[in-house]
């Protein structure tokens, strides 16, 4: 019979928010459950966003010590030099390399996937890049700077790459959201919000949530291919990010933060285990399938309309098809 302790306090622990996202529930959960490594990646295709820092750059830093071929995205060249450089030492791995683009700029993006498709079969694309931005800005073709960094931009990787990702069999896509996406309902009106009504924190978390609205509509629109789409959340994570993001809350919870390690670990994991191939369209944290409504309020009357319109307004905004 199995165990039934771990899956009791992972219930109990996700109740509580702050010690689930905390170093704490990921301690007591990979305890519990007896973690161990996500398979070996030896000859497979791994392409990343915003691995110069924080949870992509140990997300990156241990697919790469698994064995996998990785590229990554970054926008800054001596950066993306020096991540290279820190990231072959850590793994022992040579197979690394870079592109240069900003991903929220669609011009960069189409330039990437033209590289990367180029290259064959791409087992897993991953997009991490983003940040909390405290000042409205645009990208370079005139979006909201969160939106196009975190929606718009990869949603033209992911149909760029589609053919190199459903060559690969099984292609996966996975698209780090936030646990901070709970406070927010799906609203498309919201992504194009006025400068004078801009709020950082919630911007971004409508971003999240729109993340994995799209995240299920990819699912079902590709549920012909053996490609999986999937977002995760990585947890309170100490990184630099957090900590020019949230400069009160970081210093507040440096305590309870998770490592960078631990805020990627479900992200790694996802790249390699076959769990993840069993569905598609999930949400996941730490190893687990989660809810993605907290408060009833954030649930959506018709979250297939959603998908649907979200979809055509990415379409429209990045002319793709
Ligand atoms: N830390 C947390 O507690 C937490 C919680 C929930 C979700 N997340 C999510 O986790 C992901 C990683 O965040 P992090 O905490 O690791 O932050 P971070 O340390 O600031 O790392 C962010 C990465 O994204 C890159 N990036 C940002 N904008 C970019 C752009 N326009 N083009 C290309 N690259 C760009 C950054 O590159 P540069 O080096 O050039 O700046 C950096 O490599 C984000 O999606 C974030 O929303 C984090």
Redesign the pocket.
């Known amino acids: 019979m199995t165990n039934p302790l771990p899956l009791v306090v992972d219930k109990v622990l996700e109740a509580t928010v702050g010690l689930s996202f905390s170093r704490v529930g990921y301690a007591t959960r990979s305890r519990l459950e007896s973690w161990i490594d996500p398979p070996s990646l030896a000859g497979r295709r791994v392409l990343i966003?915003?691995?110069?820092?924080?949870?992509?750059?140990?997300a990156a830093a241990h697919l790469a010590s698994l064995g996998a071929t990785l590229t990554f995205?970054?926008?800054?060249e001596a950066?993306a030099q020096t991540?290279a450089a820190a990231l072959a030492r850590r793994s022992h791995n040579e197979r690394i390399d870079y592109l240069v683009?900003?991903?929220?700029?669609l011009v960069a993006i189409r330039r990437v996937a033209d590289i990367v498709g180029q290259r064959g079969p791409l087992d897993v694309l991953i997009?991490?890049?983003?940040?909390?931005a405290a000042t409205r800005s645009l990208?370079p073709q005139g979006f909201e700077?969160t939106t196009?960094?975190?929606l718009l931009?990869p949603f033209l990787l992911t149909q760029l790459l589609l053919p190199a990702l459903c060559g690969a069999s099984p292609g996966r896509v996975l698209t780090?959201?936030?646990?901070?996406m709970y406070t927010q309902r799906f609203d498309l009106p919201s992504l194009e919000e006025a400068d004078d009504h801009y709020d950082g924190v919630a911007t971004?978390a409508r971003v999240?949530r729109a993340q994995l609205v799209l995240t299920h509509e990819w699912a079902r629109r590709v549920a012909w291919t053996d490609t999986v789409f999937h977002a995760m959340?990585?947890?309170?994570?100490?990184?630099?990010?957090?900590a020019?993001?949230l400069p009160r809350f970081h210093t507040a919870a440096r305590r309870l933060?998770?490592t960078?390690q631990q805020?990627a670990d479900t992200l790694v994991w996802l790249s390699g285990t076959r769990d993840a191939l069993a569905t598609s369209g999930d949400f996941w944290f730490d190893r687990h399938r989660r809810y993605e409504h907290r408060i009833p309020w954030t649930r959506s009357s018709d979250p297939g309309r959603d998908q649907v319109a979200l979809w055509d307004w990415c379409v429209e905004r990045t002319k793709s098809h």
Do not use: C, E
Not at 73 to 76: E, G, H, I, K, T
Not at 101 to 105: A, S
Not at 127 to 132: C, I
């Open positions: 966003t915003g691995a110069t820092s924080g949870i992509g750059f140990a995205v970054a926008r800054d950066r991540t683009g900003d991903v929220g700029d997009h991490n890049a983003g940040a909390l990208s700077t196009a960094v975190q931009g780090v959201s936030s646990g901070g971004y999240k959340h990585p947890g309170w994570t100490d990184t630099p990010g957090l020019s993001s933060l998770r960078p805020g």
